[in-house]
């Protein structure tokens, strides 16, 4: 009795009210491009992009300007430069994107430490805070949802055709380098967005453990990428609430419950395939 009475004195906080919209639609909006992700074998660049998301960051402190504002430009050509690399290079993707990810990673060290004081704490930038997300954030998130399921629904069989099969997406006359291009420019955007609710070190999770617990259970891919978008945004109010009951650190608290998730699939994938060979 004494959880559900703090579970109602939380849904009476406007913060908190604030908090769990945001987390529904961050966990369903990282769900829903992460489905795609992670068939595309682009979950490191995710990784990638939300730490090099911290050279942008700390630019735009030490420029006194609103990170948030530098971060989507900056993240938007870092996935256009990163994305040519991968094109020209031949080195494979995930040695490529490990040095992408560790140099930016350094640069952004070396960076934070001319950065004398920050008012929104460095720890924010790491970890997220998404008790702090005002009603302009919601509405940039909740903008760039709808823009993410109208760009996916209206080349629907496009995306499943490169998703599957690019081969076969080529011949069928799929444009695969401008809709590979437009996705990895929505993903990162999407990356530079959450950043400030979900922070730098958690970003990936986001993007790729409600897949992956989706792609264990899943036979089709429609129900696929809704299961894990509804995943994505039901670990992410779990996660919140399990944070303000017990005072947890609120990012941290979501990938536990999201951890907990993709166990619960892997459980479920297990017995299905016990009783299959059975």
């Known amino acids: ?55 942008g960051i700390t630019v735009g402190i030490l420029l006194g300007l609103n990170p948030t504002l530098v971060l989507i430009p900056f993240a938007v050509v870092f996935a256009l430069v990163v994305n040519r690399l991968v094109e020209r290079s031949a080195l494979p993707t995930d040695a490529l994107l490990n040095i992408v ?71 069928r006359g799929v444009v695969v380098p401008l ?32 897949a992956c617990a989706s792609r264990l259970v899943s036979d089709h891919f429609n129900g696929y990428v809704l299961l894990a978008s509804g995943l994505g945004a039901l670990c992410a109010v779990s996660g919140l609430l399990l944070s303000g009951m017990f005072d947890l650190p609120s990012g941290p608290s979501v990938v536990i419950v999201q951890l907990l998730a993709f166990l619960g699939g892997l459980g479920v994938s297990s017995v299905r395939v016990s009783v299959a060979r059975g």
């Open 179 to 210: 809709h590979r291009l437009l996705f990895i420019v929505l993903l990162a955007v999407v990356v530079a967005v959450s950043i400030k609710a979900v922070g730098v070190l958690l970003i990936s999770a986001f993007v790729v453990i409600p």
């Open 101 to 171: 990810y560790s140099s930016s990673l350094a640069l952004a060290v070396v960076a934070l430490s001319f950065v004398r004081s920050y008012k929104g704490g460095i720890q924010h930038l790491l970890f997220g805070d998404i008790l702090g997300v005002s009603w302009l954030d919601l509405g940039l998130i909740a903008a760039l949802l709808a823009v993410a399921m109208g760009y996916l629904a209206l080349t629907r069989r496009d995306q499943i055709l490169l998703t599957l099969d690019e081969p076969l997406a080529l011949s």
């Open 1 to 55: 009795m004494s959880e559900g009475l703090a579970i109602a004195d939380l849904l009476q906080e406007p913060f908190m009210q604030r908090a769990l919209l945001g987390g529904l639609l961050t966990g369903a909006l990282g769900g829903l491009l992460g489905s795609f992700a992670v068939l595309r074998q682009l979950s490191f660049f995710s990784d990638a992009l939300g730490h090099s998301a911290l050279v």
